[in-house]
């Protein structure tokens, strides 16, 4: 949601009843999201990445919309679990550094589709979950995305064939390859290249009698915060459009009766992103250096870690009506890194609001994704309740 969808009037309606800091959760945004994608790509069956939001209502509204989940640990298969998916249909543990105790668990309800970047991962795989099918995740480009994947997960391109033998060799089932074009892509042209790598592996591979019958291509889709041009549909047409070129419309072996092609995705951000604004409240105020300063109780250890580690920036509004004056944003903690008003290169600045004090509000967009889930219990602050309208 953006910070102006719902009235002052609304908000502080909420607030009086909720407190703050609150997530304010639109349920009908999700459903919008996950049904453009779906439409957008009619073939690819969606996992939704817990990690970017794993409140139980918002698990339970993916349920029903009919969507499995990318999940990265116990903890996430647990509340996946919980919300109503099958472990063995709905599920991938998608994350390639696993805990083998939670590989163990994962086998025990079930769950069969693991991926898997390197050797030490096959044979955790093999010892924790035999037979299992397994997908490669190889490195792609992650050039003009927000959050760079492929600099700690993914095999190399050389390395591609001989793993997929190594997993064969383990007794565990090479099935398909994964890729994760990098969180908040915004140009389709990642997920083009990053086709053109999977299909030269695809032939590598038959040509040593391994038939692969799945591409995960990732997640990374991405949605607006300020400014940015964003069409999903366009992005998923090209992605359709080089798929068919590529592999053919009816399957992958180069024959047209050959088996259709297993398509899966595990969007995160563009599913939760932007359903979902933060209402936080002025707790403190002060001068320091000739600035203004206003503490919040939320801050980078909460709602705003994206802000230290991507430089995000986010939309945002007041409920006050004063005239308008430079401010310096932080949070509650104990820790000067505490501050989510910060510059593209991420030093601490002024942004211009109108007049703040004590107990007014900030109304805060597109806060759905990485929020929640990255916010953390410093110094005993609990992350943000959450309210939903839809
Ligand atoms: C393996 C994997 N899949 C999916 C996602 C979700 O990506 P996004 O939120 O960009 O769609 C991530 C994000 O880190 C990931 O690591």
Not at 80 to 90: F, I, M, Q
Not at 147 to 167: C, I
Not at 312 to 338: E, H
Request: net charge negative.
């Amino acid at each position: 949601m953006n910070p102006f969808e719902l009235s002052l009037n609304v908000i502080e309606e909420l607030v009086r009843e909720h407190g703050t800091p609150i997530y304010v959760v639109n349920r009908r945004k999700i459903r919008e999201n996950f049904q453009r994608l779906d439409t957008g790509l009619p073939a690819v069956k969606f996992y939704y990445a817990v990690k970017a939001n794993p409140c139980p209502e918002i698990l339970e509204t993916l349920v029903t919309a009919g969507a499995g989940f990318d999940v990265a640990s116990k903890g996430e298969i647990l509340a996946a679990v919980a919300a109503g998916a099958n472990p063995r249909e709905d599920l991938i543990f998608a994350d390639t550094v696993k805990d083998p105790k939670q590989i163990a668990y994962a086998h025990s309800i079930g769950l069969d589709d693991f991926t898997f970047d390197n050797r030490s991962e096959i044979t955790q795989i093999a010892r924790h979950a035999p037979g299992s099918k397994v997908h490669l995740r190889i490195i792609v480009s992650n050039e003009g995305s927000v959050a760079h994947l492929s600099h700690k997960f993914g095999a190399d391109l050389a390395e591609a064939v001989p793993l997929l033998l190594a997993a064969r060799e383990q007794g565990l089932v090479p099935h398909g390859i994964s890729f994760h074009v990098g969180s908040q892509c915004l140009d389709a042209n990642r997920y083009v290249e990053a086709l053109d790598t999977t299909r030269k592996i695809f032939t590598e591979a038959a040509g040593v009698g391994i038939e692969l019958k799945s591409i995960d291509i990732g997640g990374g889709f991405p949605v607006r915060y300020i400014d940015e041009e964003i069409d999903l549909e366009d992005m998923c047409g090209r992605i359709r459009d080089h798929y068919e070129q590529l592999f053919g419309r009816e399957g992958l072996t180069g024959r047209n009766d050959g088996p259709p092609c297993e398509l899966v995705a595990e969007p995160g951000r563009a599913i939760v992103g932007d359903a979902a604004i933060l209402v936080t409240k002025v707790i403190s105020e002060s001068v320091r250096e000739g600035r203004n300063w206003l503490y919040f109780d939320d801050g980078t250890y909460g709602s705003f870690m994206e802000v230290l580690l991507y430089n995000m920036n986010f939309p945002w509004r007041t409920n006050t009506k004063g005239p308008l004056k430079q401010y310096v944003l932080a949070g509650p903690t104990c820790d000067s890194i505490d501050v989510f008003s910060r510059d593209a290169k991420g030093e601490v600045c002024t942004v211009e609001l109108p007049e703040m004090h004590l107990d007014d509000l900030l109304i805060v967009g597109s806060m759905g994704a990485y929020t929640y889930s990255e916010s953390t219990r410093f110094n005993g602050f609990e992350p943000p309740k959450f309210v939903f309208v839809d």
